[in-house]
């Protein structure tokens, strides 16, 4: 067994040795340990280099509040950062490294950084690297940060797995401490739903370090018998290494579990409680003193802890360093557990016990009265300069110095929404102020140190809880306890230190930089903060800010009480992006929705295109084309001359029902609606109420009370949810519904000189003639005994149709559509020819609708209706947004014929050198037409559509393109439409 | 953050978009440019009370009216916003 | 008459975390859905209205609650014709026939409640979430209608069509998270 552990005692697991490695050199620890307390078994302190100065450092607690024992940790080729080895658990195998630090944690030569001391001081930065500014990015920068800092990321994603999960209960006890667990089986027991959150992973806080009395048994076995309640009861959850760090609005919270084998290792928690007891227990505060971040200066309850639960001494020999009871009661467990204390140093002349007489049955000196100076050693303690009453000095050989200098509770949470802690002259320290109505605060984390408190307070707040939820006549619980002393008399800094005294050892922040911010003016502690890094980092200050701020308060002539404290901010402690993220990242970042022939268009071969959530069909390549646009072309072609298919079941669709229909859409469309005839279908534009365009799409009417639209696949969400905000709240008076039906329509557009021809076969009764169902019809039908619609309507400029059957019969459809046209050619053709097809007719499309066009940029301005009210109407116009000089929509040719367009590109004056002054517009939209077999585009140009004829100079710098176009009408096929009504 | 939605109950604030300013009400056609343009861009932005439309998107679909203290983002209450109150 | 296809039948119809047909998310499949729009007070359906958040159970359907005003009607037979049916019978009523639209499944097992929790930011508590109790929400990032049919701690979900193989690879990975087998890269392949 390693040199350092007990040979008896302690929560580990002797039968089960585990191997771990740390730098590369291999040590054994057991199960039950943490990498810390297996390190420290290991007699192995020095783990860790200093975030500014290099300065060797060891392991300071136990807990989380750790600033110093920050490691990386091997997830396979991903490397964890800042890993905290005080709540690291060890398992076999666990690959960890010290960070910062080059060559070597042994031989660190940045630690050269100690030398200019001087220059790194508060602001440093601020001060230092001023001028010339250029030199900023290039050097200062690089240089600064990779001398000072924390663990770095090696860049390789993060493979691990993170769940995510939500609860609810009636109270959430955060902590499980003797407080927490009195409050959660008292609450348990008068029936509320508890929920109890703890980070460590055994229940029982300090009682898992220390021996007490309650309710006549041993601590130990009153933690047994509680532990063993609360599993048997169903309304009680138990949540063991987790870590809740957020409060949020309204009783949410949000926690990270670590799991230890799991397919995921971490899991998010997100929690509602109607009540939350905070029993967060207090963080020991260190002393500032000359020397004190050298290894094995560590805290007093955190050598209890090792010594005690993990069977591992410190050191040799102890010197314990306090200003409190609760540190002589270290001492004494210390002793107890068969470690070696060497001496106690009380800075007070007195105490309510005998201290004389405690040291005399640990074998050690007392030296009361007294303080530490100095110490010596930079790698590891090697002995220490004591100052006695008298004021002489001692030279004392010891290893460990176990430090107390007082509690600080655990409040961080309950400032998160915005409680501002206030001091406490009975405890030295900050607490909650009483309302932080979000959480109540009880034991420790309410500055109420004493076990028999603790218990109290944990009743106390379940009877609360209780009563506030209704539950009444509940048995009142009580817990009785041995009586402590938990007497503080803080002494913030040895004022005759020879070397550098730490305040924050993760920032590197000494009592100097302190002084010397307060002397330049920077008393706030907010400003404190930004100015010298206090608090800063990983740990958020939980060892460091209290005596950081009380130092400012003494520095700056304020009562530490004014002065204040910082407000804590989610998260408690850092938490993984990927944790937030939980399944959703790389291909499951959001889900993906396929259309009802998904499978059709797979067997078809056809490339997939990323339309928002939808998966689109592309284009269909077939055997022998290598190239997208040859792929396109031949199926834009095939529209134009035989028969396509189009799968467009991605568009938004509403049904809208009731005797006021009409009169809705005539408030939502600039064009009227309630005059459309049934059976007939309408284009329709919308307009935002700032008078920009919406989104435009089809009406179609099938009743007098019942009409069907269709919305772009990008805003279908969006006009849904406005058609329901002008039915609900700007229109509550019409007697209307809406209801989404773009998952229950599949629909197709047919589109083709032979598309009647096609419909006819799979329709053979139907009669869809010219005369009986011309251009801008509609009606529904059956096939095969399932509903069908039939829309005839063009967004190709070819005679075309949409048809469409519920989305479960979608496939069946596609087939019979196809088996059909087989003997007309048909083609299935995909989002890009659609775009070919649109362009070529000069239909404005999402590109055109960018929330900055008008109705009559677009050309739709003869469609405003004048008659009446409707959404945007007013603002529509205005003068601004009817100006012919706004940028409008155009069709665009190229001068040379070869040349290719690209959309994006700019348009300017001939002749002029290219500057955003004289920018005439830019392309929107560009295709290879295969009517014109040359590119064509969509553009919004200045004045656009009364300089026709006029060329521009086409400019692309980004991708190159430069060259003449002539700006032309944007209908490049059929400009009279009479292949649409043929 | 909590909305207590009163079809569906306590829901967590993702289920719902966010519109704004429940304050403004839309003025008649003939009330001219100039009360369109405070309509659509002017807000008040009050330390304290202020109602706001919230819709429940991947709920009950309803439009609410949403009281809410900017100071403290505490919520007092939450209404369908076709039933105008006040 | 034209069979309808299952948007899971690529993947799978149904997925079960331990491969035993007790623990299964599993498409109900034969079932017809109409959406509602009704005024309380001038309609007769043949089933009670539910209140908010709750189902009732007609003769031939059972109608759930989705809205102010809205609900669901969940027929038990697969006509194809079952919003035409039931906008005859229920004049007045605003009915669009979603049946198309939606993917039934069926969560059942022990982990059932503890496996939708991790999705669901609704208490399912077995007292709050009782028998007949139903919600529209969202699971994941997947908008759904949840119900709880009966005594049993088993939950039916309305999936909008396109998204069921996803909802179907997030109860996938959710089984999976759960569970103690250590697997990498868990975020680069399809849960199913």
């Known amino acids: 067994m390693s040199e350092f552990r007990l040979p008896s005692g302690g929560a580990i697991d002797r039968t089960k040795p585990l191997r771990f490695s740390f730098d590369g050199v291999d040590y054994e620890g057991f199960a039950g340990d943490t990498l810390a307390s297996a390190l420290i078994a290991n007699g192995k302190h020095f783990v860790a280099r200093s975030f500014k100065y290099h300065r060797p450092r060891g392991i300071l607690s136990a807990g989380p509040e750790e600033p110093s024992a920050l490691i990386t940790l091997a997830h396979g080729e991903h490397e964890e950062p800042n890993a905290l080895a005080t709540t690291t658990w060890l398992r076999n195998g666990l690959t960890a490294r010290s960070q910062n630090n080059w060559p070597s944690l042994d031989l660190d030569l940045m630690a050269i950084n100690g030398w200019f001391a001087p220059f790194f001081a508060a602001g440093f930065y601020y001060k230092t690297f001023m001028w010339p500014g250029a030199l900023w990015e290039r050097l200062y920068e690089p240089l600064i940060r990779r001398a000072a800092g924390l663990g770095k990321l090696n860049a390789q994603p993060d493979e691990r797995c993170y769940d995510s999960a939500h609860v609810f209960c009636d109270l959430l006890v955060i902590g499980a401490g003797p407080a927490g667990l009195a409050c959660a089986l008292a609450a348990a027991r008068a029936g509320l739903r508890v929920l109890l959150i703890e980070q460590d992973r055994a229940l029982g806080g300090r009682l898992l370090s220390e021996n007490h009395v309650i309710d006549g048994a041993a601590s130990a076995t009153w933690l047994e018998r509680i532990e063993a309640e609360l599993a048997s009861l169903p309304s009680v959850t138990i949540l063991r290494d987790t870590t809740l760090f957020a409060a949020y609005d309204h009783g949410a919270f949000a926690a990270l579990e670590r799991i230890e084998d799991g397919y995921a290792q971490q899991r998010l928690w997100r929690i509602?409680?109607?009540?939350?007891?905070?029993?967060?227990?207090?963080?020991?505060?260190?002393?500032?003193?000359?020397?004190?971040?050298?290894?094995?200066?560590?805290?007093?309850?955190?050598?209890?802890?090792?010594?005690?639960?993990?069977a591992a001494r410190a050191g040799d020999a102890i010197t314990v360093f306090t200003t409190t009871d609760s540190g002589w009661r270290a001492a004494q467990n210390i002793a107890n557990s068969g470690a070696r204390i060497?001496?106690?140093?009380?800075?007070?002349?007195?105490?309510?016990?005998?201290?004389?007489?405690?040291?005399?049955?640990?074998?050690?000196?007392?030296?009361?009265?007294?303080?530490?100076?100095?110490?010596?050693?930079?790698?590891?303690?090697?002995a220490i300069d004591i100052v006695d009453r008298s004021g002489s000095r001692h030279v004392l050989r010891t290893d460990i110095i176990a430090v107390s200098g007082g509690w600080n509770p655990a409040i961080g949470i309950g400032c998160h929404l915005g409680a501002r802690p206030i001091w406490s002259d009975a405890i030295h320290s900050f607490v909650l102020p009483s309302d932080a109505a979000h959480v109540s605060p009880i034991g420790a984390a309410a500055g109420h140190f004493s076990l028999t408190n603790a218990l109290m307070d944990g009743a106390n707040a379940a009877n609360l809880a209780a009563e506030a939820l209704g539950k009444t006549n509940t048995p009142p619980v009580i817990f009785t306890a041995d009586q402590e002393n938990v007497s503080v008399t803080p002494?913030?800094?040895?004022?005759?230190?020879?070397?550098?005294?730490?305040?924050?050892?993760?920032?590197?922040?000494?009592?100097?930089?302190?002084?010397?911010?307060?002397?330049?003016?920077?008393?706030?502690?907010?400003?404190?903060?930004?100015?010298?890094?206090?608090?800063?980092?990983?740990?958020?200050?939980?060892?460091?800010?209290?005596?950081?701020?009380?130092?400012?308060?003494?520095?700056?002539?304020k009562d530490i009480a004014e002065?204040?404290?910082?407000?804590?901010?989610?998260?408690?402690?850092?938490?993984?992006?990927?944790?937030?993220?939980?399944?959703?990242?790389?291909?499951?970042?959001?889900?993906?929705?396929?259309?009802?022939?998904?499978?059709?268009?797979?067997?078809?071969?056809?490339?997939?295109?990323?339309?928002?959530?939808?998966?689109?069909?592309?284009?269909?390549?077939?055997?022998?084309?290598?190239?997208?646009?040859q792929s396109v072309t031949?199926?834009?072609?095939?529209?134009?001359?035989?028969?396509?298919?189009?799968?467009?079941?991605?568009?938004?669709?509403?049904?809208?029902?009731?005797?006021?229909?009409?009169?809705?859409?005539?408030?939502?469309?600039?064009?009227?609606?309630?005059?459309?005839?049934?059976?007939?279908?309408?284009?329709?534009?919308?307009?935002?109420?700032?008078?920009?365009?919406?989104?435009?799409?089809?009406?179609?009417?099938?009743?007098?009370?019942?009409?069907?639209?269709?919305?772009?696949?990008?805003?279908?969400?969006?006009?849904?949810?406005?058609?329901?905000?002008?039915?609900?709240?700007?229109?509550?008076?019409?007697?209307?519904?809406?209801?989404?039906?773009?998952?229950?329509?599949?629909?197709?557009?047919?589109?083709?000189?032979?598309?009647?021809?096609?419909?006819?076969?799979?329709?053979?009764?139907?009669?869809?003639?010219?005369?009986?169902?011309?251009?801008?019809?509609?009606?529904?039908?059956?096939?095969?005994?399932?509903?069908?619609?039939?829309?005839?309507?063009?967004?190709?400029?070819?005679?075309?149709?949409?048809?469409?059957?519920?989305?479960?019969?979608?496939?069946?459809?596609?087939?019979?559509?196809?088996?059909?046209?087989?003997?007309?050619?048909?083609?299935?053709?995909?989002?890009?020819?659609?775009?070919?097809?649109?362009?070529?007719?000069?239909?404005?499309?999402?590109?055109?609708?960018s929330g900055q066009t008008t109705a009559h940029d677009l050309g739709f301005g003869r469609l405003l209706s004048l008659k009446r009210d409707y959404i945007g109407r007013v603002m529509a116009e205005r003068a601004a947004l009817t100006d012919p000089m706004r940028l409008r929509l155009v069709g665009l040719r190229p001068v040379d014929p070869q040349m290719r367009l690209t959309s994006g590109a700019h348009l300017l004056p001939i002749g002029a050198a290219p500057s955003a002054s004289v920018d005439d517009g830019y392309v929107t939209s560009v295709a290879f037409s295969p009517s014109l077999s040359h590119w064509i585009a969509l553009a919004l140009v200045r004045n656009g559509p009364n300089r026709l004829g006029e060329r521009l100079r086409f400019y692309d710098p980004v991708r190159g393109g430069n060259g003449e176009v002539e700006l032309c009408a944007p209908v490049f096929v059929d400009p009279t439409g009479e292949r649409v009504r043929g | 953050m909590r909305i207590p939605c009163p079809h569906c109950g306590a829901r967590d604030a993702q289920e719902f978009a966010y519109r704004g300013d429940a304050a403004p009400s839309r003025p008649d056609l003939d009330s001219g440019q100039a009360a369109f343009a405070d309509y659509v861009y002017l807000r008040d932005n009050p330390a304290g009370h202020i109602q706001e439309y919230w819709h429940h998107t991947q709920g009950c679909r309803a439009w609410l009216i949403v009281t809410r203290d900017t100071r403290t983002h505490a919520i007092f209450s939450a209404r369908f916003a076709g039933e105008r109150g006040e | 008459m034209v069979e309808p296809l299952s948007p899971l039948l690529p993947v799978a119809p149904s997925y079960s975390p331990t491969g035993d047909a007790s623990e299964i998310c599993a498409e109900t499949r034969g079932a017809a859905i109409a959406s509602l729009h009704v005024r309380p007070d001038d309609i007769s359906l043949g089933a009670p209205l539910p209140a908010p958040g709750r189902m009732t159970r007609g003769e031939t359907f059972t109608l759930i609650s989705t809205g102010p005003c809205t609900y669901f009607a969940v027929s038990d037979g697969a006509d194809p014709m079952f919003g035409a049916q039931l906008a005859a019978t229920a004049a007045g009523a605003r009915i669009a026939d979603q049946s198309g639209a939606y993917v039934l499944m069926r969560i059942h097992g022990g982990q059932a409640r503890a496996i939708l929790q991790k999705g669901v930011f609704i208490d399912l508590h077995p007292d709050v979430f009782t028998p007949h109790a139903a919600a529209l929400t969202r699971c994941g990032r997947i908008s759904v209608v949840l119900w709880r049919a009966d005594e049993a701690l088993e939950y039916g979900v309305a999936v909008p069509r396109s998204y069921a193989r996803s909802f179907l690879d997030w109860f996938a990975f959710a089984c999976r998270a759960g569970t103690v087998a250590r697997r990498r890269d868990c975020h680069r392949q399809r849960h199913l």
């Not at chain 1, 930089?513 to 920077?522: H, K, M, P, Q, V």
């Not at chain 1, 998260?571 to 990242?585: C, E, K, L």
């Not at chain 1, 989404?740 to 598309?755: D, F, I, L, N, R």
């Open chain 1, 272 to 310: 509602v409680a109607k009540r939350t007891v905070l029993a967060t227990g207090a963080h020991e505060r260190p002393i500032v003193f000359g020397g004190n971040d050298a290894p094995g200066v560590m805290l007093a309850s955190a050598v209890e802890t090792y010594a005690s639960r993990f």
């Open chain 1, 342 to 382: 060497v001496a106690v140093i009380d800075p007070r002349m007195d105490a309510s016990f005998d201290r004389a007489a405690l040291c005399d049955a640990m074998g050690a000196k007392l030296f009361s009265g007294a303080h530490i100076a100095g110490v010596r050693g930079k790698k590891r303690v090697r």
């Open chain 1, 563 to 629: 002065a204040g404290t910082i407000l804590a901010r989610p998260p408690y402690a850092p938490v993984a992006i990927g944790a937030f993220a939980g399944m959703h990242r790389d291909e499951h970042f959001r889900p993906t929705r396929f259309t009802p022939s998904h499978e059709w268009a797979e067997e078809r071969g056809a490339v997939f295109v990323d339309a928002g959530e939808w998966k689109r069909a592309q284009w269909y390549p077939i055997e022998g084309e290598s190239d997208w646009l």
């Open chain 1, 491 to 557: 002494l913030w800094r040895v004022k005759d230190s020879n070397s550098k005294a730490f305040v924050d050892l993760q920032n590197d922040v000494t009592d100097f930089d302190i002084s010397l911010a307060a002397r330049e003016g920077f008393t706030s502690v907010e400003h404190l903060k930004r100015y010298t890094t206090l608090g800063m980092g990983v740990d958020q200050g939980k060892t460091s800010n209290v005596n950081g701020f009380a130092l400012l308060a003494e520095a700056s002539g």
């Open chain 1, 634 to 849: 031949r199926e834009a072609s095939a529209v134009r001359s035989a028969v396509g298919i189009c799968d467009v079941s991605t568009l938004g669709k509403i049904e809208v029902q009731g005797p006021d229909a009409g009169a809705l859409l005539d408030f939502v469309y600039v064009n009227r609606m309630s005059n459309l005839q049934p059976g007939r279908v309408r284009y329709g534009l919308m307009l935002r109420e700032d008078g920009f365009a919406l989104d435009d799409g089809s009406v179609a009417r099938f009743s007098d009370q019942h009409f069907f639209i269709t919305t772009t696949t990008a805003n279908a969400a969006r006009v849904m949810q406005h058609l329901d905000f002008c039915r609900q709240v700007l229109r509550p008076d019409l007697d209307v519904s809406t209801a989404s039906a773009t998952e229950q329509w599949a629909q197709y557009s047919v589109a083709g000189p032979k598309s009647r021809a096609l419909l006819q076969r799979l329709l053979p009764t139907l009669n869809i003639s010219n005369a009986v169902f011309p251009h801008m019809s509609a009606l529904m039908t059956q096939w095969r005994g399932i509903p069908l619609r039939l829309y005839r309507l063009s967004f190709s400029g070819e005679l075309a149709y949409e048809i469409a059957a519920p989305a479960h019969y979608g496939d069946a459809l596609m087939r019979a559509l196809f088996e059909c046209g087989a003997e007309f050619g048909v083609t299935p053709y995909g989002t890009e020819a659609l775009g070919v097809l649109r362009i070529e007719k000069g239909h404005a499309a999402g590109n055109e609708f």
